[in-house]
């Protein structure tokens, strides 16, 4: 649930800075912006850690593929950590919810520099 945390404040940071970019879509920037923000909120604070620098983005939809591929890294662990058997309903349903903003978030940051 941390290194979910983590992941989804990294890929608001990148979707931040894609927004100030000439080249990319705002509006897409923002969308992966407030999933990730979203899905960060349903998830526990991590006990430990520090903020991640994001590193400057290299240029096209290349320079986005790793964070894209982080977030669905995060939906897919998400969605196995509802599916497992112990958990509460109300917990589940949190999580299953995180992984479906990671979804949105990977496809919106996706398309931001798809134009």
Known sequence: MAAA????AVAEQVADAVAFEE?????????????SAAGRSL????????PVDVPPLSPGAEGLAPYV????HVQAALEHTAAEPGT???G?????EA???????????LATRER
Request: charged residues 25%; hydrophobic residues 55%.
């Open 99 to 109: 992984a479906d903003k990671a979804a949105t978030a990977a496809g919106a940051l």
């Open 88 to 90: 509460e309903e109300g």
């Open 5 to 8: 945390w983590e992941a989804f």
């Open 43 to 50: 998830l526990p604070l991590p006990g430990l850690g520090r």
């Open 69 to 72: 591929e982080l977030l669905r």
């Open 23 to 35: 080249v990319g879509d705002e509006l897409q920037a923002l969308m992966a912006a407030q999933a």
């Open 92 to 96: 589940r349903a949190a999580v299953r």
